[in-house]
C-alpha cells in the first residue's frame, strides 16, 4: 500500500542517546513495549562530552541547593538499575549508589539540538519541533531524491551518530501521533516503521498512557471504564469516550486509530502564542499567605514583562499550584477587560489561590499564566466600572520597571514586597525560571 505522506519523526522524537562505537542498524518492526520519557535525554549529551562516563549509570539533576534536586533523565545505564525520571536525587543514589548527578546545561543540549537541526534541513523544510530534542519531519517531496522515508531515517540516523556523537530513536509512519509512538516504541538507536499493514500488531497491545496526550488523569478515566490499552481506546465507543473526556475523548478516538492529519509545519512558520505562563520551585516551602503573595508577584512580572515583549494583553489569569505532597491543581479567572498590568494578574492569582487552597500542605512549587492572548494595540470598550486609569497607570510603571532592568539589571528595581524576605526576593523569575514549551496543537 502507498501512502501520499512519509513522516519521520523522532529526528522529531530524538532520544539522544550515549553512542557505544559500533556502525551496524537496525530496522525495527516490533520489539519490546515503549518507555516514554517526559523530558529531553541530557544524559546522552553529557555522555558525549565525558566518553569515560558511557557505561556508567548517569543522571541529569536539578540544583538540590535550589529546590531543583530531582532526576530529570538518566542514561540507559541508569534506568534498569531503578533510576527514573522525576525521582528526588536521594531516592535515585539509594536505588543505584554509584549514580553519576550531573548538573544541567541548557546552553549545550540547545547547541546540540541545533546541529541536529541543521541534519534535517538537509532532507526537508517540513520541521515541526516537539520540545528540545524532538521533531517531526515530512519527508513526502524528498523521496526521489533520497530514496524510502526509512532509508532517509538510516541515513539521518548515521549522520547524527558520526557527526554529533550521539544516537536516535526514529518513528517512520503516515502521520505524526502514530510516528511518535514509534519513536517511543523501541530504544536506543532504533528504526521503526509502523503503517496500516503493521499496525494493529504494533500499536494496538501499547498501554493507552502511551498515547499523546493520555496523561496520568485521562488514563485514570479510561481505567475507570476498563480501558488499558491503545488498541481498546482504539475500538472504544465514541460516544463513551466524549461523555467521560468531553471532546478530547474524540481526539483520542482518532489517535489511536491511527487517522491523524495534522500538517507537518514548515521550518519557517510562526506559531501563534496563545498563553504565557511562568513557575518555580521555590528555595523552600510557602507556608503563608504571605509567600505566596510574594512568589505570585514575581511570577506575574516576568508574564507580564513577556506579554509586552509580544505587545500582547491577556483575558485569562491562571495559577497552578504543587504542595510538598507533590498534588497539583490550577484554577483560572475571565478577565472583564485584557490587561498586561503586573499587578493585576498577581492579584488575580493570589484571589484564585485564596478561594481555593485551604493549606493541608506547604507548597512546593507555584505558577502563573496569562492565556486568551489579545493584540495590545486593538482599542477596546472601556467600562464605566472599571478602573481603566488605575490599570494604565499600573502598565506605565510596568514599562518603566521593564527598561530600568533592561538597563541595569533585573534586581536594580524591586517591588517593596520582595524586600520582605531575603530568600524567596531574590529569585529571578524572567530569566532564570521562564518556560516556553511547545505543544501539538499549538498551531
Not at 556502525?23 to 558525549?48: I, K, W
Not at 523544510?125 to 532517509?152: K, M, N
Not at 513557575?279 to 512568589?295: E, Y
Not at 475571565?334 to 478561594?355: M, Y
Request: aromatic share 8%; hydrophobic share 40%; glycine share 6%.
Amino acid at each position: 500500500m502507498i501512502y501520499n505522506r512519509l513522516i519521520v519523526a523522532a529526528i522529531g522524537f530524538i532520544r539522544l542517546e550515549p553512542y557505544d562505537g559500533k556502525p551496524s542498524r537496525t530496522v525495527l518492526r516490533g520489539g519490546a513495549s515503549s518507555n516514554v520519557l517526559p523530558l529531553p535525554d541530557y544524559a546522552s549529551v553529557e555522555c558525549q562530552r565525558r566518553p569515560e562516563l558511557r557505561q556508567k549509570p548517569v543522571a541529569v539533576c536539578g540544583d538540590p541547593e535550589a529546590r531543583h534536586g530531582i532526576v530529570l533523565t538518566a542514561n540507559y545505564v541508569a534506568k534498569p538499575r531503578g533510576v527514573k525520571t522525576g525521582m528526588a536525587i536521594w531516592q535515585a543514589k539509594q536505588v543505584c549508589p554509584e549514580l553519576v548527578v550531573l548538573p544541567a546545561d541548557m546552553g549545550e543540549y540547545i547547541r546540540f539540538s541545533k546541529m541536529a537541526r541543521e541534519i534535517y534541513e538537509k532532507y526537508t523544510d517540513q520541521i515541526e519541533p516537539f520540545g528540545l530534542d524532538e521533531s517531526w519531519l515530512d519527508v513526502t517531496g524528498s523521496v526521489g531524491l533520497f530514496g524510502s522515508a526509512v532509508s532517509i531515517a538510516e541515513e539521518i540516523s548515521e549522520r547524527i551518530k558520526f557527526e554529533l556523537g550521539i544516537t536516535a530513536s526514529i518513528g517512520v509512519s503516515d502521520n505524526k501521533i502514530t510516528a511518535k509512538l514509534g519513536s517511543d516504541y523501541k530504544k536506543p538507536d532504533a528504526i521503526t516503521r509502523i503503517e496500516r499493514d503493521n499496525y494493529k500488531e504494533i500499536v494496538y497491545p501499547l498501554p493507552a498512557s502511551d498515547l499523546l496526550y493520555v496523561g496520568p488523569a485521562t488514563e485514570r478515566k479510561l481505567r475507570g471504564v476498563g480501558i488499558y490499552t491503545i488498541g481498546q481506546l482504539a475500538e472504544a465507543s465514541p460516544e463513551l469516550l466524549e461523555y467521560k473526556l468531553g471532546k478530547m475523548g474524540l481526539v483520542l478516538h482518532t489517535f489511536a486509530n491511527g487517522l491523524d492529519v495534522s500538517p507537518v509545519q514548515r521550518s519557517d512558520h510562526i506559531r501563534a502564542i496563545k498563553s504565557v505562563g511562568n513557575s518555580a520551585t521555590t528555595p523552600r516551602d510557602l507556608v503563608s499567605d504571605d509567600d505566596v503573595r510574594l512568589m505570585l508577584y514575581l511570577l506575574a512580572e516576568s508574564v507580564a514583562c513577556r506579554m509586552r515583549e509580544l505587545a500582547s494583553k491577556c483575558m485569562v489569569v491562571e495559577v497552578s499550584v504543587r504542595d510538598k505532597e507533590l498534588h497539583w491543581y490550577s484554577r483560572q479567572k475571565k478577565l472583564a477587560v485584557p490587561t498586561c498590568s503586573s499587578a493585576e494578574i498577581a492579584e488575580v492569582a493570589f484571589d484564585l489561590f485564596r478561594r481555593s487552597y485551604s493549606w493541608t500542605a506547604p507548597i512546593r512549587s507555584i505558577g502563573v499564566r496569562g492565556a486568551d492572548l489579545v493584540d495590545a494595540t486593538i482599542g477596546i470598550q472601556t467600562s464605566l466600572f472599571d478602573n481603566d486609569r488605575r490599570r494604565s497607570a499600573w502598565e506605565q510603571i510596568d514599562v518603566t520597571m521593564d527598561r530600568l532592568r533592561q538597563r541595569y539589571g533585573y534586581m536594580s528595581v524591586r517591588r517593596a514586597i520582595t524586600m520582605s524576605d531575603p530568600v524567596l526576593g531574590r529569585i529571578n523569575p524572567k530569566d532564570d525560571h521562564t518556560v516556553h514549551p511547545v505543544g501539538y496543537f499549538a498551531g
